[in-house]
């Protein structure tokens, strides 16, 4: 049993693609945002705001031990690739799949980076930011990469499955 995990930047797609993902393999999707605020009963940015960064990250490593090695779609928050081990845990309990795109599409889809606690500066140099601080995590975490610029969800969430045929 393995779990498909999608990473990426915010605005790539993975909230997007997973349940379309998870519909075609007959799998749960999970969304571990989702899933960190229900555990914490309040909102992301609530998080971030009583608990600061690394409460949230610490919230968000025991919601993705929780979710590994389960037959589910994975949409992981965009700083999973920098917790200490996290990527070790994806890796060894399914396959990682980055969804990828440029930071200028990035920022255009994330707009004014409401409710997104690392993004409240102008969106688009705080989307350039963090991509380039994290890309190399997300090049060593990832089994495979999916381009989503100017592809649709459909598109993308096809590739992906395909990817998760060669990889099982």
Known sequence: MATLWLVGMPGSGKSTVGPLVAQWLERDFVDLDEAVAAAAGGPIPAIFAAEGEAGFRSREAAALAAAAGREAVVACGGGIVV???????MRGSGMVAWL???????????????????????AGSAVARLLASREAAYAAAAHCRV?????????????VVERWSEFE
């Open 83 to 89: 917790g200490p081990g996290n990527v070790d845990l």
């Open 100 to 122: 990828e795109a440029p930071a200028a599409v990035l920022a255009e889809r994330v707009g004014e980076g409401a409710g997104r606690p690392l993004l409240r500066e102008e």
């Open 147 to 159: 381009e989503t610029a100017g592809r649709t969800p459909e598109e993308v969430a096809k590739e």
